[in-house]
T-cell receptor, first 113, second 109 residues
Framework: IAGITQAPTSQILAAGRRMTLRCTQD?????MYWYRQDLGLGLRLIHY???????GKGEVPDGYSVSRANTDDFPLTLASAVPSQTSVYFC????????????FGPGTRLTVT | GQNIDQPTEMTATEGAIVQINCTYQ??????LFWYQQHAGEAPTFLSY??LDGLEEKGRFSSFLSRSKGYSYLLLKELQMKDSASYLC??????????WGAGTKLIIKP
């Protein structure tokens, strides 16, 4: 692994189903983030983690949950998917939550039908 | 509320210079970032400004005026590969990035 990876690349999901988007980084970054990107809108922060074992809510956390059991992994779970969660999801990481650049994974394109 | 404004779309000619503006209103300021995002790909970091003035990095330069809540990204000697969206983001008082919707730059030969 080099950098930050996400899985799956894309997914079509029936409404009401549970789904976990995976994110792994190998840069030993402390901070990790989940964003969603919708056409015409800026990236919106869903959840973040400053360091392993801690998480926080972003701008649009409802319907999503995260965990940070170790430094490398930061999965995002949709407990019961709804069509409004159709979006492109990006995971990102940075050395810390301060003013350091964020590195993005390739994204997961999720369609909820 | 917090707000980042940037033009939705701009068009420029190969070899020319283009300036993409960004204005912001945020609760606190801990720096301004510019990212480039090609269609269907992830954003990649271009520049970071925390003090007023111009930062130059090859063909790309970024300017910041904190008193005016204003920044611009200057791209020189435009190449076709510069066709992309350019995202402005401000780190607020909680070090959370507030993102603009992005400026789609179209380069014509």
């Amino acid at each position: 692994i080099a950098g930050i990876t996400q899985a799956p690349t894309s997914q079509i999901l029936a409404a009401g189903r549970r789904m976990t988007l995976r994110c792994t980084q190998d840069m030993r970054h402390n901070a990790m983030y989940w964003y969603r990107q919708d056409l015409g809108l800026g990236l919106r922060l869903i959840h973040y983690s400053n360091t392993a074992g801690t998480t926080g809510k972003g701008e649009v956390p409802d319907g999503y949950s995260v965990s940070r059991a170790n430094t490398d992994d930061f999965p995002l779970t949709l407990a019961s998917a709804v069509p409004s969660q159709t979006s492109v999801y990006f995971c990102a990481s940075s050395l810390d939550r301060g003013a350091s650049e964020q590195y993005f994974g390739p994204g997961t394109r999720l369609t909820v039908t | 509320g917090q707000n980042i404004d940037q033009p939705t779309e701009m068009t420029a000619t190969e070899g020319a210079i283009v300036q993409i503006n960004c204005t912001y209103q945020t609760s606190g300021f801990n720096g301004l970032f510019w990212y480039q995002q090609h269609a269907g790909e992830a954003p990649t970091f271009l520049s970071y400004n925390v003090l007023d003035g111009l930062e130059e990095k090859g063909r790309f330069s970024s300017f910041l005026s904190r008193s005016k809540g204003y920044s611009y990204l200057l791209l020189k000697e435009l190449q076709m590969k510069d066709s992309a969206s350019y995202l402005c983001a401000v780190s607020d008082s909680n070090y959370q990035l507030i993102w603009g919707a992005g400026t789609k730059l179209i380069i014509k030969p």
